[in-house]
Structures are given as structure tokens and as C-alpha cells.
């Protein structure tokens, strides 16, 4: 093993391992290297929200039992699809996935965890083991490994401040001071990396919105490409962190997909793609390669029911509208950023930019990271379900003999807000308006979802039914004009 390896996560660096080969006995050893005195469990129950479970090491005896026997928790109360009389479910932690506690005053490890029946079984209405399921059966079918990342967006709310204004609506990669939560945004960087976060960068967002007594200044923090379920993971964790670094500044971190209405709003676009054998198969000699038409096509097929995963709350629906960024249509593109799918640049020439910035040196091997980017999501999303419903619909990409084609009745290469172009707006496809459409969208393409075993007939019905009850249909009709209940409805979501 080499002694020269860069680890983020604490106690990777302590054991020089990396996290995927944790043991037992080696977080052990951390804790009492460290003087860690507490164990936090974290898992993300049915609203998809990472909820926590605290023990204090009482000795060495009951460390080991939380770390090899788990735990009973209430069902019941943590998913509602369990009946009360029968609710108890074990949470079991995964050892890969501890990290050291970067707010508890006493010192703690936290661990991320699985649920599991009375008989020992993975509970199959658990998010992440849904995801799981849409892994493995998305590869199954494909022979590909389904890899993804977040854009993680969102907006700093503070009171007002006179000095050093961005102006409205460009905030797009400000420095300090001008980006006055620069300082906020790289100390929960650090943070989110010691938990295992894969980051590749942060910025200040174009949005920046001042009001009589604040200020909002938006943010985005982008992940790099990991399997499905680690993706998942890390963006319940940034989320949680943030908002606890948000407490800690007094200040108030929003994921809402609106904040203000005509202003931009926080997505949560989702980077894509396969590998085989470790590497990138995204392309083929410079080419989009045909697993990634595939991919492509799969996205287009279920875009619409997706939105019950990617958009759960009534001001989802405020964000996605024509002539924004936010796309309602679906369709693909190039670079395009009014397109639902989009495939931004991947590299191709690094190695000739590299020579020329920096005459002399080498230049070097860069292997293809080519994405596919799925832009409609929102930080509303329930994590594990939406990166399960990509790997759904990736999987329908490989199972239909027409994906290609498919794929290329959809593909637009204008930006088709302009005037001149706007005719191909009435030939594509609309996303859902509302999350009432959304669940009719669901409701429709279960067939897709439950297939093969990976979202139970349970689990559909439990998000069909919670997107049902806002009854938010023309929603944006009956707001017209109506500012205050408008900014009622905003701040009602703002922590979504």
C-alpha cells in the first residue's frame, strides 16, 4: 500500500486505506486512537430525509455490539407503508461510509446505515435499498457500471448587507467579497470531503436577490462522478451539513427550487455515466458512443414520471416554466441549457490547452470523462429515489431495440427559446406542471419502476399519494398576481 496517498476523510488518512475497505476492527482502532466517545447512525427514511440515531461508548464491550449488531428502530415511524403492530426494523451501519462528526461537541464518528426485517432480510421500501436494487439490475441488463453526480445549488438567506452588492442576477463564479459567503461555502467543502464527499469544485451562482431587510446570494457545490449510491449518499450529507453550517453562521440554507419568482431558481442537475472496466465508454472515437444514446433514450422515455422523484413540492413547478434555463421540454442537446438532457463538454482536448497555456511542458494523458447531464431535478428531490429512477430509466435505454432512434427524434440542436426557433416547441414533449401531473405521470409508468423488483408497489403508491395531496393543479393560475400568498407558499418550502 502506498504511503504517499491524499485522503480526505480523517480516518482513511489515520489507517491510510480507503474508505471502501473499512473493517470493524478498524474504526475500532479510530475511536480509540481519537478519543471518540459517541456513534451516530444516519439513514434516509421514506421522505427521504437523513434522520439520526445517537450512542454514547459506554465501554469497549457495547462499541463492538453497535458496531456488529445494529439496532431495532420504528418502522412505522420512519415509513409509511408499516403497520404499527409489526414495525420494528434494524438499522445496520456500513462501515465504508464513516466519517468524523465535523460539528458535535463531543467527539463523534458517524456511520450511514442499511434497514433491514426481522428476519435479516435488506427492507425493500428503503430508499437506499431501492437504489441499490436499480443498480444491479440496471447492469444486469446493460453490462455497464451507472455512475452520477450532483450539482448541488442553493441560496444563502442573511440580513442585508450595503457593502460590496452583486448585482441581480450575476452572481455566476464572483470572488470575495463580492461573494460574501465564499468563507461558508469552502469550510463546508472541507466538511463534506472529510465525510467522503467526492468534490470536484464550488462557486458563487448567478443568483443574487436583495430585498428591503436581506440578501440572497446563491451558491453550487459539484460532485464528481461515483457509483449511484455513494452519489446519493453524499448529497444527503452535504445537504445536512450545509444546514448545519447555515445554523452555525445564523444564516438561513435553502434547497428550494424557487426563492423568489423571477429569479433563478436551485436545481439539482444530475451528471451521468457508464463505465466498463473502470473507464468512461461514453464515447467512441469523439463520438457519443451508442451506451450513451442509450442512456439518452431511457431519460427521455420516463423524463416526465421522474418528476415525482426530482420535483416533489408545489414551487418545483414555479421553477420549471418556459424561456428559463430550467427545462420543460424533453428533449437533448449539445452544451444547449434550455435542453432537458444535455452533454456538456468532455475534454477531448485537454492535452493541446494544457501545451498551449503552458509552453514547454508535456503534455498529458487525460482519459474522457464525458457526462450525460439530466437538468430537471430540484433540490426538493427525494436523493436515493431519483438516483434509482435514473438508473430505471437507464436501464429502459438497453432494453428497447429502438433507443437510438428513439433518442434522435428528440435530439434539438437550437437553442429553441429563440423566437425564430420556436415552432420545435410545439413538436416535443412537456414535463408535468404541477406535482398532481407529476403523480398522473407516475401513476401511469409504474410498470417501469416496479419492474424487475426495484420500487415495490408500496413505495409508489406512498409518493403518489403525498404528491396528490398538495392539490396543486393550476396552481400557478390561481397565484397569479397573488404576491403574498405566493412568498407564503416560498416560505413554506423554503427548507424543502
Known amino acids: 500500500m502506498s504511503q504517499n496517498k491524499i485522503y480526505a476523510n480523517k480516518i482513511a488518512a489515520f ?31 421514506g421522505d427521504g430525509r437523513l434522520k439520526t440515531l445517537n450512542f454514547i461508548i459506554n465501554d469497549e464491550k457495547y462499541l463492538d455490539r453497535i458496531l456488529s449488531a445494529g439496532e431495532r428502530v420504528d418502522g412505522s415511524s420512519l415509513f409509511g407503508s408499516i403497520d404499527a403492530g409489526s414495525s420494528d426494523l434494524y438499522v445496520m451501519p456500513r462501515y465504508r461510509t464513516a466519517f468524523v462528526n465535523p460539528f458535535s461537541q463531543v467527539p463523534a464518528m458517524d456511520i450511514m446505515c442499511s434497514f433491514y426485517t426481522p428476519d435479516g432480510k435488506p427492507f425493500s421500501g428503503a430508499p437506499a435499498e431501492i437504489l441499490r436494487r436499480a443498480e444491479a439490475e440496471f447492469t444486469k441488463v446493460s453490462g455497464f457500471e451507472f455512475h452520477a453526480m450532483g450539482e448541488l445549488e442553493y441560496y444563502v438567506i442573511s440580513p442585508k448587507n450595503p457593502l460590496y452588492p452583486t448585482p441581480t442576477q450575476k452572481g455566476y463564479h464572483e470572488s470575495y467579497p463580492f461573494s460574501k459567503w465564499e468563507g461558508l461555502r469552502t469550510e463546508a467543502m472541507l466538511a463534506i470531503a472529510e465525510a467522503g464527499g467526492r468534490i470536484k469544485y464550488g462557486h458563487s451562482e448567478v443568483g443574487f436577490i436583495r430585498t428591503e431587510d436581506s440578501e440572497m446570494s446563491q451558491q453550487e457545490i459539484e460532485f464528481l462522478p461515483v457509483p449511484a449510491s455513494e452519489a446519493a449518499d453524499q448529497l444527503a450529507i452535504a445537504k445536512w451539513m450545509l444546514s448545519g453550517i447555515g445554523l452555525k453562521y445564523g444564516v ?4 428550494a427550487p424557487k426563492i423568489s419568482i423571477g429569479h433563478a431558481g436551485s436545481g439539482l442537475h444530475v451528471h451521468t455515466c457508464l463505465l466498463k472496466n473502470g473507464r468512461n465508454v461514453m464515447l467512441d472515437k469523439g463520438e457519443l458512443s451508442v451506451p450513451a444514446r442509450r442512456l439518452i433514450a431511457g431519460f427521455l422515455e420516463l423524463a416526465g414520471p421522474m418528476t415525482a422523484f426530482g420535483n416533489t413540492v408545489p414551487t418545483s413547478y414555479f421553477r420549471l416554466v418556459p424561456h428559463q434555463e430550467a427545462p420543460i421540454n424533453v428533449c437533448w442537446a449539445y452544451r444547449n441549457r434550455s435542453a432537458l438532457v444535455r452533454i456538456p463538454l468532455g475534454w477531448l482536448n485537454a492535452g493541446d490547452m494544457v501545451t498551449d497555456a503552458n509552453p514547454g511542458s508535456a503534455a498529458p494523458e487525460v482519459q474522457s470523462n464525458q457526462t450525460v447531464e439530466f437538468r430537471s431535478a430540484d433540490g426538493s428531490a427525494n436523493l436515493h429515489f431519483l438516483m434509482a429512477g435514473l438508473c430505471v430509466a437507464a436501464r429502459r435505454g438497453f432494453e428497447r431495440k429502438d433507443a437510438p432512434a428513439f433518442a434522435g427524434k428528440y435530439f434539438v440542436d437550437k437553442n429553441i427559446y429563440h423566437k425564430e426557433h420556436s415552432v420545435l416547441l410545439d413538436k416535443l414533449p412537456k414535463l408535468p406542471a404541477s406535482c398532481w401531473a407529476s403523480s398522473e405521470a407516475l401513476e401511469k409508468a409504474r410498470g417501469s419502476f416496479e419492474a424487475r423488483g426495484v420500487f415495490t408497489p408500496q413505495v409508489i403508491d406512498g409518493v403518489v399519494k403525498r404528491l396528490r395531496a398538495y392539490d396543486d393543479r393550476h396552481l400557478s393560475e390561481r397565484l397569479y398576481g397573488k404576491e403574498e400568498e405566493i412568498k407564503k407558499l416560498v416560505e413554506e418550502y423554503l427548507y424543502c
Open 15 to 45: 489507517l491510510n486505506k480507503e474508505s471502501r475497505h473499512f473493517t470493524r476492527p478498524d474504526l475500532v482502532k479510530y475511536i480509540k486512537a481519537h478519543g471518540i466517545k459517541m456513534v451516530n447512525y444516519r439513514y434516509a427514511a
Open 252 to 255: 438561513v440554507i435553502s434547497f
